[in-house]
C-alpha cells in the first residue's frame, strides 16, 4: 500500500519523464501536453494558471465543494458583514510569489491585522475606535476567552465543526 507521498511523487516523476522523453507518445500524438492538477487550492490555481500560459491543456481535480485550499473565508453573520477566517489568510512580506501573483492579477492585499486596527466599510480604525454590535461583542469576548483555554486538539475540533456547519449551509 502506498501512501499519497509516494503516489504523487511516482507520478510526478512519470510525468516528467513524459515530457523529457524527445519520442514519448504524449509528444508525437498530442497538439498539446495535458496535464491534471490535484487540488484548487493556490499552490494548484497558480500552476494551472502558469501551464495554460505556456501552452498545457490543464484539468484541474478539486475533492472540496469549493476552490481556495487552506483559504477559507466564512460569513457569519451577514447582517454584520462578520468573516471569520477558517484557513491561511496571512500573507507576510516574505513571501515574495504569493505577493508578485497578487500583484499581477491585480489583487489587492489589505492589511488585516486584527488586535492592531481594523479597516472596515473603507474606513480605518485605530486601535479601540472600534466595536461591533453589543451582541457580538458578547459572542467575541466568549470566543476569545475559550479559545485561550483550548489545547491543540480543541482547537482542530473547533474547525472542523465550523467547517462541518457550513458545508451543511
Request: proline letters at 1%; a negative charge.
Amino acid at each position: 500500500m502506498s501512501t499519497r507521498r509516494e503516489f504523487l511523487k511516482q507520478t510526478s516523476l512519470i510525468a516528467a519523464g513524459t515530457l523529457i522523453a524527445n519520442n514519448s507518445f504524449a509528444i508525437n500524438f498530442l497538439s498539446k501536453p495535458k496535464v491534471v492538477i490535484l487540488g484548487a487550492g493556490l499552490a494548484g490555481l497558480a500552476a494551472g494558471k502558469m501551464l495554460i500560459e505556456n501552452g498545457y491543456d490543464v484539468t484541474i481535480l478539486e475533492a472540496q465543494n469549493r476552490i481556495g485550499g487552506r483559504v477559507f473565508s466564512h460569513t457569519i453573520d451577514e447582517k454584520d458583514n462578520l468573516v471569520i477566517e477558517l484557513g491561511a489568510e496571512w500573507i507576510g512580506e516574505s513571501h515574495d510569489r504569493i505577493i508578485a501573483l497578487c500583484k499581477e492579477l491585480n489583487v489587492e492585499l489589505i492589511n488585516n491585522q486584527f488586535d492592531d486596527r481594523l479597516i472596515y466599510d473603507n474606513k480605518f480604525f485605530k486601535t479601540h475606535e472600534w466595536s461591533f454590535s453589543p451582541e457580538w461583542n458578547e459572542k467575541y469576548d466568549r470566543i476569545i476567552k475559550d479559545y485561550s483555554k483550548y489545547t491543540e486538539a480543541d482547537k482542530m475540533k473547533w474547525i472542523i465543526k465550523q467547517r462541518e456547519e457550513i458545508s451543511r449551509s
